[in-house]
C-alpha cells in the first residue's frame, strides 16, 4: 500500500505500563507507523504520564511527570501513544497540575504539548486520514471500549472503524460494552473485591461472543480483563489494537 505520511516525524509516547509489561505494544506501533511512511523517533526522557500520582492527590509528583513529558516531547508536531488512558491524562491534568503549582511557563509549554498529543486510534484516522492501514488479521474479535478513552481522550468510533477496515477479521459486538472492567488504576487496589467482581462481569460478556480475541487500546484495561480470561481457561486472548494493525498476511498469529 501506498505510505501516505511518507517522512512525517512522529514521537512515540510508549508509555511506562507498556515499556515495563507489554512491549510488544510499543513495538506494533513503531511497525505500523513506519510501514505507513512515519519516521518514529522515542524520545528517551519520557516517563510516566503522571495520572496515578494525581488521581490519588499526590499533585506534586504528578507534576514532576508533567515536567518530564514536556522535555521529552516539547520539540514534536506529532506525539503518539497507544492508549488512551495515557493520552487522556495528558488532556485532562497536566495544564491543570501546572497551574495550580503557579507555573504559567510550564503551563503554556504543557499546553502546546497537550495541542499534539494523540491515541494511536485519533492520529491514524484523524491525522493520517487512514481507516484501511493494510492489516490482515483473520480471526474473530470482539472490542472493549475503554472508560478513560471513550470519557477522557474520546477517541469515540475511530478503533470501531480501524478494526472494520482489517481484512479477514470478524468484529462482533461486545455486551455491555462501555460498562467498566474493573481495574481503574488504583481502585483495584483500593477496592479489590468489587474490581474483581466487575472483571468477572466484562469476561462473562467476552466469552459471550464467542470471540477468539478481545481487543482493547489500554493494556492496563487488558490486562485485567485477560487475567479472568486466562484463569478461567477460556481461551479467549487479549491482544491491543496496535498489534492487530501491526499485522500483515504472513505474520505469526
Do not use: W
Not at 1 to 16: I, Q, S, Y
Not at 110 to 115: G, L, Q
Amino acid at each position: 500500500m501506498p505510505a501516505p505520511a511518507k517522512g512525517l516525524r512522529v514521537a512515540l509516547f510508549a508509555t511506562c505500563i507498556n515499556d515495563l509489561m507489554f512491549p510488544s505494544t510499543p513495538k506494533a506501533v513503531v511497525k505500523l507507523l513506519e510501514r505507513l511512511g512515519c519516521v518514529v523517533e522515542f524520545p528517551m526522557e519520557q516517563t510516566c504520564c503522571g495520572q496515578m500520582f494525581t488521581n490519588t492527590g499526590y499533585f506534586e509528583a504528578g507534576l514532576a511527570s508533567v515536567k518530564t513529558y514536556v522535555k521529552a516531547f516539547e520539540p514534536y508536531e506529532y506525539i503518539v501513544g497507544p492508549s488512551g488512558s495515557c493520552v487522556g491524562a495528558i488532556r485532562h491534568q497536566a495544564v491543570m497540575l501546572a497551574e495550580k503549582a503557579g507555573d504559567t511557563v510550564l503551563a503554556a509549554k504543557a499546553a502546546k504539548c497537550v495541542e499534539h498529543s494523540y491515541d494511536l486510534s485519533e492520529f491514524l484516522v484523524d491525522v493520517l486520514k487512514l481507516v484501511d492501514v493494510g492489516a490482515f488479521f483473520p480471526h474473530k474479535v470482539t472490542y472493549h471500549p475503554t472508560c478513560h478513552s471513550t470519557r477522557i481522550a474520546k477517541v469515540g468510533e475511530r478503533p470501531y472503524q480501524l478494526l472494520k477496515a482489517v481484512r479477514g477479521l470478524d468484529l462482533i459486538e461486545l455486551p455491555d460494552a462501555s460498562t467498566c472492567c474493573g481495574f481503574g488504576g488504583t481502585f483495584s487496589i483500593k477496592n479489590p473485591e468489587i474490581s474483581a467482581a466487575m472483571a468477572a462481569d466484562k469476561a462473562r460478556n467476552v466469552v459471550s461472543t464467542g470471540a477468539e480475541y478481545v481487543v482493547t487500546g489500554d493494556n492496563a484495561c487488558l490486562m485485567n480483563i485477560g487475567g479472568i480470561l486466562h484463569r478461567n481457561n477460556t481461551g479467549v486472548k487479549p491482544i491491543h489494537l496496535a498489534e492487530i494493525l501491526a499485522h500483515q498476511e504472513g505474520d505469526a498469529a
